[in-house]
C-alpha cells in the first residue's frame, strides 16, 4: 500500500500565491508520473478531474491549458514528493487539489518471490479558496 499526505492549501486572496506538497510512502519501488488534479466546488463527484499539472520521474512537465505561465511543479525524486507553487491565483482557481501517483510496487508472495505491480494512487485532496 502507498500513501499520498497533501499539504500547503488554503485561502488565499485573487493575485496571491500558495504552494502545495505531497508526499508518497509505502511500498514503493519506483513512481513515474507525480501530478496534481483538481475539481471545483459543485462539479459532479463523477466528473473527471482537471490536470493542474505533472511530472516524470525524468523531469519532464505538462500543465492544463488554464494554468500555464501561473502554475510550476517540482519533485524531490529522493523523498517521492512533489510540489506545486501556485502564483497569480484566480477564483476561478477554487477547487479541491488531488495529488495522483503511478507507482510501482514490490511486493513478496508467502514463499518470498518477489514480483512487482502498478497502481495508480490519490491523496485525500486539499481545499484551496481563492477568494477577497
Known amino acids: 500500500q502507498v500513501q499520498l499526505v497533501e499539504s500547503g492549501g488554503g485561502l488565499v486572496q485573487p493575485g496571491g500565491s500558495l504552494r502545495l506538497s505531497c508526499a508518497a510512502s509505502g511500498s514503493i519501488f519506483s513512481i513515474n508520473a507525480m501530478g496534481w488534479y483538481r475539481q471545483a466546488p459543485g462539479e459532479h463527484i463523477g466528473n473527471q478531474r482537471e490536470?493542474?499539472?505533472?511530472?516524470?520521474?525524468?523531469?519532464?512537465?505538462n500543465y492544463g491549458d488554464s494554468v500555464k505561465g501561473r502554475f510550476a511543479i517540482s519533485r524531490d525524486n529522493a523523498q517521492n514528493t512533489i510540489f506545486l507553487q501556485m502564483n497569480s491565483l484566480r477564483p476561478e482557481d477554487t477547487a479541491v487539489y488531488y495529488c495522483?501517483?503511478?507507482?510501482?510496487?514490490?511486493?513478496?508472495?508467502?514463499?518470498?518471490?518477489?514480483?512487482?505491480?502498478?497502481?495508480?494512487?490519490w491523496g485525500q485532496g486539499t481545499q484551496v479558496t481563492v477568494s477577497s
Open positions: 495522483h501517483a503511478d507507482v510501482r510496487e514490490r511486493n513478496s508472495d508467502r514463499d518470498g518471490n518477489i514480483y512487482y505491480t502498478a497502481r495508480d494512487y
Open positions: 490536470l493542474v499539472a505533472v511530472v516524470t520521474s525524468g523531469g519532464s512537465t
